[in-house]
């Protein structure tokens, strides 16, 4: 086999990998549109989308503020939302007063409300200060929503999320780019939901 040939076949294996984790998210739609009305519904009543993840993770839930706060899509209407791991002194301080574990919960405590929405990002659903937050953000009243990958670990086991999008890969690489597409659907479509403002009113919510 050539080096041309031998770097198409990798190529093509490596496209291969994501391509079901992909279909398998769309396949998931129904859960992803009734995540996504529950988020309307909550930005609606004017609430704010809290997002927090380690490691990777957290340039993820930096990345999905930025899209609710500045759309880059002319015309769609700006949301409030912020995310928990931006703040470095906060964060090191909590971890060193706390524990590492306590620095999403410990700032849903005195930021959120129940009318806000949590969005926690793990790859692995195993990620104990994604877990904390997120059992925080249930204790609050807030609308809890998880993104995970592999089998959804912990998260998806002990179901501490109100909804849970799962990226069904073992690889962090195509997890995180499943997880990608997913926060951009679901930014899409609560901005589908907007254009329906019928859908959000009391009446209207399952």
């Not at 190529?11 to 994501?18: G, I, K």
Request: proline share 3%; with cysteine.
């Amino acid at each position: 086999m050539s080096r041309a040939s031998a770097g198409t076949a990798t190529a093509a294996e490596l496209f291969e990998r994501r391509v079901l984790p992909l279909y398998q998210l769309a396949d998931d739609a129904g859960a992803i549109a009734a995540a996504c009305h529950a988020m309307a519904v909550r930005f609606h009543r004017g609430g704010t989308l809290v997002v927090f993840g380690s490691g990777t993770a957290s340039t993820d839930a930096q990345h999905v503020v930025v899209e609710f706060v500045h759309p880059v899509v002319m015309g769609k209407r700006a949301l409030p939302a912020i995310s928990l791991t931006a703040d470095v002194a906060t964060v090191t301080g909590i971890a060193g007063a706390e524990g590492f574990d306590e620095i999403f919960a410990h700032q849903l405590s005195h930021l959120a409300s129940a009318r806000d929405i949590a969005l926690g990002i793990s790859p692995d659903g195993n990620c104990a200060s994604v877990l904390r937050g997120l059992a925080a953000a249930r204790e609050l009243g807030m609308l809890t929503v998880a993104l995970v990958g592999g089998d959804g670990g912990r998260v998806a086991s002990l179901q501490t999320a109100d909804h849970i999008v799962v990226a069904h890969s073992d690889d962090p690489r195509v997890i995180k780019e499943v997880h990608v597409t997913a926060y951009h659907v679901l930014w899409e479509l609560v901005h589908v939901f907007f254009q329906h403002p019928d859908l959000l009113e009391p009446r209207a919510v399952a």
